[in-house]
Structures are given as C-alpha cells and as structure tokens.
C-alpha cells in the first residue's frame, strides 16, 4: 500500500482520472483474461500459424502480460489487507474505494518500473522467458526492497499512513506483515503466469526490442 491520504480529502480531476483509468484497465484485463482462457482451452489446431502473423501477438507484449495478471492479484491483496490500516476505521465508502483504487495503480506502476529495470540490467525485455531464477529474484528482491523503505519512511517517519491494531509487524525492520508478503509471494505468481501464457517471439520481430 503505498498512497498518501490528506485528512481533508475531496475527489478532484485527478481523482477522477485514476478512476477512469482504472475502470480502464480493469475492462481491459478481464478482457485479455477471457482470451487467454479460450486460447488454453481451445484445441490445437492442424495448420501451422505461419511464423510472422502469430494469432495473439498481444500475449509477446511483456508489459501488457504484466498488467493484465497483476491488475486482480494487487487487487484482491489491497482488498484484504485494508483493514489491517487506520483509513479502513476514518474514511466513508467514497474515500475507501478510491484509496483501493489508488494503491493499486500504484503498485501496478511499481511492478513495471521494476520490470524495466531488470529488463536493461540483462538488456532483455522478455527476461521471464529466460535465466528466470536469477531475473526473477532480483525482481522480486527489487519490489521488496522498495516496499521496505516506502513502509519505513510513510509509516514510521512521514505519518501518512498508520497500521490499525490488526496489523502483524515484522521485527526488526519494524514494517507491517501483509505489504511485506504482498512483494514476496504475488512477483514470483505474476512471472509464472507470463510464462505460462506467453507465445513465441520471433528474433526480427520489433516484440523483441
């Protein structure tokens, strides 16, 4: 959860931008999430698709892989960890569901930052498809290590947001339990799923640069 909320909070433009870009992306997601499950259940079929007009060329597109799996994932883990912070107890529905809303872009903003990131380290931006184990646990090292500071700076020094007494705390680096396993289990799902549903790339293909 990485947001800031200011005590007197009113929806405004931006506000309303994340809105429609969520309702965006979430339209989109379930979408893509419909392809993919008729393209796993669909038989194979006799006739070769030829090498250059793959059928779901969307599924080489690593960034769009990403979004589309992470979207629900970060989701349902903002839904069920809200509770565990002080907004849950201060805010109306209004507030809330905006907060859900914004924390989640906000952590899908993250994971590709930090898939970009990992991409120019090993100069390759379908990395998931190979040296997975390194790549994967830089990657997710990379999201954990980010969480850890964000927790420890707006929690603990800044005040913008508070852990309710449900919270279970980490010793030692002192930060809350659920953002902590959010970056340690859902990177690691995220890649499994890319790799499960991704399609070939050809080497002249511009999906490759």
Known sequence: MDTFFLSSWQLGILEWLELGLF??????????LAKCRRIHNSPVSAIPVPPRLPQHKWLSVPELQLLMFSLPLELLWEVAQYPLYTVWQKGDWSYIL?????CTLGDLLILLVIYWGVA???????????????????????????????ELVNVNIKGNW??????????????????????????????WLMRLFSVPVMKDSPMTQ
């Open 23 to 32: 309702i965006l992306l979430g339209a989109t997601t379930l979408r893509l």
């Open 98 to 102: 905006y907060g859900l809303v914004h």
């Open 162 to 191: 508070a852990y309710s007494e449900l919270m279970p705390i980490i010793p030692v680096i002192n930060i809350g339990g659920t953002p902590f396993l959010q970056w340690v289990l859902i990177p690691p799902v995220i890649l």
């Open 120 to 150: 120019l380290l090993s100069q390759d931006r379908h990395w998931y498809r190979s040296d997975f184990l390194v790549n994967g646990v830089l990657f997710t090292l990379l999201g954990l290590g980010y969480t850890i500071y964000s």
